[in-house]
């Protein structure tokens, strides 16, 4: 019996195409091994006092919740299964367009004795724009595995970016294709660098590419003298400690694209979808609320050593003027005060357990503050009061004390 015969430009393909679907595979399985452990199922946590478990209660399990269900297999395995496989299904189909031609895999005939045709009796507009097309091929599979492999090391394959190196792929002939158009039909006889550059560039980044076509559409089409649009108030990322280019352009793919929607993230959510550690991310968090509730104020206040929004809703309920506690004397429920308050505050919320049972401090701290920052010290004593209130607040203290901070 005679074995069918392969091309061996499809055991080529086949391998070019399996590279980045094993890389999406890899990740996955290490979100399944090892990442979706790092944080378990526990009931105590060491220097929790009775009332702190209470409040701190409700947000972890709901925080529990929310983990297991993004490491579920609904939550995890369809998309990174269909990720993988819609990248190697394009690369193959790509690369089996393009291979087996005579020369750089240029024509695209219908049969085999197509193939066989001199790249030279080809029209000269359709070789410029297969050519255009191998380019853009070529770089949309650079990109790929540039970003699969980098962001492999870092553990930090994400969905999003799994489908969206299978989009490259498929955009990458197209922008090739129409990068080509640019250039005339000597290209196709003796390709220039700038040819070569150009196309490989539109399939390495199409995104830039379609961007840059845009930005030169919109200069010919804007009407000259059209009233300028307001300037967005937006602060930046790189506003917070320890954010800088390479971050805030990680962070932008969750949709975080300034500190007020860095405010008011969901931790777990970020945990589990970046590579950053959860010390870090709520840090992040807690620093962009205090500039986004302060936005003139925060960097005096953080000269004054208020670092971020938890700092600053200590201040709420530990010790009035007259020295006692927000909810009285030395009932358990009380976090400042004469009497032996634990580690929760007025109403309840925790409150920094360093800080317990120290009365009177509180008037003359925010007092300090105002002055420090240049706020009226009424105002300020209102957000303290609403930030300590605040359920992002909350929520990241309960993770600060209840979550284990050693992965």
């Known amino acids: 019996m ?19 679907a094993a890389l999406v595979l890899e990740h996955l399985l290490y979100l399944w091994l090892i990442k979706s452990r790092q944080i378990g199922e526990k009931s ?16 972890r399990d709901d925080s529990y919740r929310r983990w297991n269900r993004a490491f579920s297999y609904r939550g995890l395995y369809p998309a990174y299964a269909f990720a993988s496989g819609f990248t190697f299904f394009v690369t193959l189909v790509g690369f089996a367009v393009f291979t087996g031609r ?49 962001r492999s090391l870092r553990r930090d394959i994400t969905k999003g970016i799994a489908l969206w190196c299978g989009a490259t792929l498929a955009l990458g002939p197209m922008v090739g294709n129409l990068a080509s158009r640019f250039f005339d039909n000597a290209a196709a006889k003796d390709p220039s660098i ?46 917070v400690r320890g954010i800088d280019l ?40 807690d620093e962009a609320m205090l500039i986004v509730t302060l936005p003139e104020s925060w ?41 032996a308050g634990e580690n929760v505050g007025a109403g309840g919320a925790p409150v920094a357990p360093a800080q317990n049972g120290g009365g009177g401090g509180s008037a003359n701290g925010v007092a300090w503050l105002a002055k420090a920052a240049s706020i009226d010290e009424t105002v300020l004593k209102n957000v303290v009061a609403r930030l300590f209130e605040d359920a992002q607040v909350q929520s990241i203290w309960a993770l600060y004390q209840s979550v284990d901070t050693n992965h």
């Open 44 to 59: 105590d946590f060491p220097g929790e006092s009775r009332n702190a478990k209470v409040f701190l209660a409700p947000t």
């Open 102 to 150: 005579p020369i750089l895999w240029l024509s695209m005939g219908p049969s085999p004795d197509a193939a066989s045709e001199p790249a030279a009796s080809q029209p000269a507009d359709e070789l410029r724009v297969v050519l255009g097309q191998v380019f853009g091929l070529a770089g949309a599979y650079v990109y790929t595995l540039t970003i699969l492999a980098r």
């Open 194 to 239: 700038s040819f070569v550059a150009v196309c490989f560039i539109a399939g390495f980044s199409p995104r830039s590419f379609v961007d840059a076509l845009r930005g030169i559409a919109e200069r010919f089409l804007t009407k000259a003298g059209a009233a300028a649009q307001a300037s967005p108030r937006v602060i930046p990322l790189t506003s």
């Open 246 to 285: 390479e971050v805030a352009d990680r962070l932008s793919e969750e949709g975080i694209i300034d500190a007020t929607s860095l405010a008011f993230a969901e931790p777990l959510y970020l945990l589990a979808n970046t590579p950053f550690r959860l010390p870090q991310i709520l840090n992040w968090i």
């Open 2 to 20: 005679t074995l069918p015969h392969i091309d061996p430009n499809l055991w080529l393909s086949a391998l070019l195409a399996a590279v980045p």
């Open 299 to 339: 960097q005096q206040l953080e000269r004054a050593g208020i670092t971020g929004a938890i700092d600053l809703a200590w201040y709420h309920g530990h010790g009035e003027d007259n020295g006692n506690g927000a909810n009285g004397g030395g009932g358990e429920n009380a976090g400042g005060g004469g009497g």
